[in-house]
């Protein structure tokens, strides 16, 4: 007689056992159909994790990025706020129907300003017409600003997508609480889930954004997605209130007005958009959390584009229809995925011809030219490589570029590229932390550099500032 195995804990470095899509009932043709479409579109995939049952199903990591990486969130961030937020209201700290005002001192107001309840700000029904934000920048207190600009409309009356209502949740969250955002979800979230690695961009120094600047892995994004996914439990323990992720991703606000495509008018809940197929958290240019409750799954896509309803149509049309309810037979595609996935890199130019003449080259920036804010680059031949060093004034990146493959990530950006023609060195400079490439052509017949940028960042446009702040946290200019 055998005797019988002890449970144990599941790994929480390494939370989701791994299995074939078809075992959960998702053919792999289907994901590389997704993959596919993804690449052919030019869509710009950077990460992929697909989890079905609690099972992850696929995964994939477009080289130079890798799953230890953070990585920019920019508007993924608020369902963190929103759930901080959760957190201080089961505590007793945070009254979400309470007037926002009369958690902080109460700033000077208008009668609709001082009328807002933080039920208002979480659910982006404000009754302002623009999103606050712009004149919150440049002001010594952001919150004092917020408050100061009165809504046009009435309060609960309409829809406006509001950073600045996000960015004052964060802070009353950080009043009421006595710690950052980070802090305070440290051992009730991140902490639980395994997330040891995070960073939140801070304006100013010692609040963080809370509408953006969050820095995680791909891996932790699927963990927070589970988490939805499961009503807040994660492995048995209710992390989460009960019942608060329903309450959170339900359509509060109607946003069937609002600009973008259509899954940007199915409703507004505490952060997360309603779609056509479940609820979300995103970010710009293609960060996504995608939760899938009628299939019991989980998407979670990081990327660099402007089309973001492009990639959610890829999802909808290439992996939710082939979703079954019970396991297929095994299949030889799930092998052609694994070994296509593990491949995956982001395209860069290739080296193919020997330059004119002998380096180092330097070359000064081309005026006028994007909104990159370099001043020179010099390239000079290292190894099986070169060496680019980019100047910004008084700022200077040395960065490894490879010939013909991605060097290993040891630090915040990362090239590859070569010689195009015998006068033209191009290179992709990566910004492993976030989203963005730049892309720049050298011309030695000029001595100039060009620049452009696959998505121009929006909170700095430097490549030196293109990197994850301390995990103590790191003001960013605004």
């Known amino acids: 007689m055998s005797q019988q195995s002890t449970p144990t804990a599941p790994d929480i470095r390494d939370p989701f056992p791994s299995s074939t899509p078809e075992e959960q009932g998702l053919p792999s043709a289907a994901v590389t159909a997704l993959v596919d479409r993804l690449e052919r579109e030019g869509l710009e995939p950077h990460s992929l994790m697909v989890l079905r049952h609690g099972r992850l199903l696929a995964e994939s990591f477009w080289a130079p990025y890798h799953p230890d990486g953070v990585q920019l969130l920019y508007s993924l961030s608020k369902s963190f706020t929103s759930t901080a937020a959760a957190f201080a209201e089961a505590e007793g700290l945070l009254d979400l129907s309470a007037r926002a005002a009369s958690h902080l001192d109460e700033p000077a107001a208008g009668p609709r300003a001082a009328s807002l309840t933080v039920h208002q700000l979480l659910s982006m029904s404000t009754g302002h017409r623009v999103d606050t934000l712009d004149g919150m920048i440049g002001s010594a207190d952001p919150v004092a600003a917020f408050f100061a600009h009165e809504p046009e409309q009435e309060p609960g009356s309409c829809f406006v997508y509001n950073n600045g209502a996000t960015y004052t949740v964060g802070a009353i969250v950080q009043r009421v609480t006595g710690m950052t955002l980070t802090d305070y979800l440290r051992p009730r979230l991140f902490e639980p889930l395994g997330i040891d690695n995070s960073a939140w961009l801070q304006w100013p120094a010692g609040r963080e954004l809370g509408f953006s600047g969050l820095h995680l892995t791909t891996g932790a994004l699927a963990r927070f997605g589970q988490l939805l996914l499961d009503d807040g439990r994660w492995h048995g323990e209710q ?77 909808w049309e290439e992996l939710l229809p082939a979703f079954t309810g019970g396991p297929l037979p095994a299949s030889a595609d799930a092998d052609t995925l694994r070994r296509s996935l593990s491949g995956a890199q982001i395209a860069a130019p290739a080296d193919v011809v020997e330059p004119a003449s002998s380096g180092p080259w330097t070359f000064a920036h081309r005026e006028g030219r994007e909104a990159a804010r370099l001043t020179g680059v010099v390239v000079e031949e290292a190894g099986d490589g070169w060496q680019l060093t980019v100047r910004e004034g008084d700022r200077e990146l040395t960065i490894r570029c490879g010939r013909g493959v991605w060097p290993e990530v040891n630090g915040p950006w990362v090239a590859r590229g070569g010689w195009t023609s015998p006068t033209t060195f191009e290179a992709r400079i990566v910004a492993v932390q976030t989203p963005h490439h730049l892309l720049i052509r050298c011309d030695t017949d000029t001595g100039q550099v060009s620049t452009r940028w696959n998505g121009v960042p ?14 103590i946290g790191s003001e960013t200019s605004l």
């Open 458 to 471: 929006l909170h700095d446009q430097a490549l030196s500032t293109q990197v994850a702040p301390p995990s």
């Open 239 to 315: 992390l989460l209130p009960a019942g608060w992720v329903a309450r959170a991703s339900a359509p509060i606000t109607d946003n069937s007005s609002h600009e973008g495509g259509v899954d940007w008018q199915q409703g507004y809940g505490y952060q997360y958009w309603r779609a056509r197929h479940g609820f979300r958290g995103d970010g710009a240019y293609g960060q996504y959390v995608l939760v899938l409750p009628e299939e019991d799954a989980v998407v979670v896509i990081t990327s660099c584009q402007l089309d973001m309803q492009a990639v959610l149509d890829a999802v």
